[in-house]
């Protein structure tokens, strides 16, 4: 299994039209996206709370937490963000590939699109 890269847009939701372009490693099993923090201060976003994670040798470690917007083609939404410092690897998680309506196909290490189900009452015919 290969590892899959994506470049796509980052920018501040109160600020949409200002975006930077950032490198991605894909990572459907990580929730969050992580983008280094000087990318996200350039672009005005705040950290609005933050989270512990679990490293792989079983370290705690905290990391800020805030809200992006991604873009990708014409797809564009918005998503939870962390606050990459240094070591941390620039990850697109799985709330990013939702938001943006796209999975991955593990297999192929293609992006697809994502069926998009709405709940309505009474049935539409």
Known sequence: MGLTVLEME?????????????EFL??????YSVVPTPILRKLDIQPLTEQEFRLA???KITRKKGIALFKY???????????GEEGDSVLLGAFTL?????????LRRELRPLPMILAHWPPVP
């Open 57 to 59: 040798n079983g370290a």
């Open 10 to 22: 980052v920018g501040n939701p109160a600020r949409p039209e200002v975006t930077e372009r950032v």
């Open 98 to 106: 939702e938001a943006l309506g796209l999975t991955l196909d593990p």
């Open 73 to 83: 083609q014409d797809r564009i939404g918005g998503a939870d963000v962390i606050f």
């Open 26 to 31: 894909i990572d459907s099993g990580a929730i």
